[in-house]
Structure formats: C-alpha cells, structure tokens
C-alpha cells in the first residue's frame, strides 16, 4: 500500500464518525464510498499498524452509533405501526 493512503483513510473514518455523532447519514454514506476503495489493497507496512489501529477503533464505535440510530428508527417505525392498527381498530364499528 502506498504512503499517504492508510492515512487518508483513517482522515475519512474520523469524519465518517463526525457524521455519525451528528446523526448526518448523507455524509456518513458518502464518505464510506469514497474511503471504501482504500482499504481494499493490504496492510503489510509496520508502519500502518498505528493508523489501522485507529481506524479499527473508529470502525467499532461507527458500528455502535449506527445500531443505536437504527433501533431507534425501528423502534419508532414500530410505534406508529402499533399507532396506526390501534386507530384502525378504533375506528372500525
């Protein structure tokens, strides 16, 4: 893998978790396509061991700040389904 790289890489998992933080998914989405492309080639320098490392790191608090914001979407989606059959049901004579 060529220098600067892993780097940029780890650039973009930081804005990736910004994005995440401030519940802005566009720009999560975004930024994941243009970092993804990166991190296809291998990890063989020692040197990038420090930066994979962080961008590890980032990666499991993404995955953690991404479940919560989605079971809080299916937990609300579930709540007006449930809204949704109790008004139906009321409303049937």
């Not at 700040?65 to 949704?84: N, P, Y």
């Amino acid at each position: 893998m060529t220098a600067g790289i892993l780097p940029r890489a780890v650039a973009l998992t930081r804005s990736m978790l910004a994005a995440a933080q401030a519940q802005n998914w566009q720009r999560l989405i975004e930024l994941e396509a243009e970092r993804e492309p990166l991190l296809r080639g291998p990890f063989t320098d020692p040197a990038d061991q420090m930066p994979l490392d962080e961008l590890l790191a980032c990666d499991r608090e993404l995955r953690t700040l991404v479940g919560t914001a989605r079971d809080a979407v299916g937990q609300q989606w579930q709540q007006e389904v449930d809204r949704s059959r109790a008004i139906a049901a009321y409303e049937q004579p």
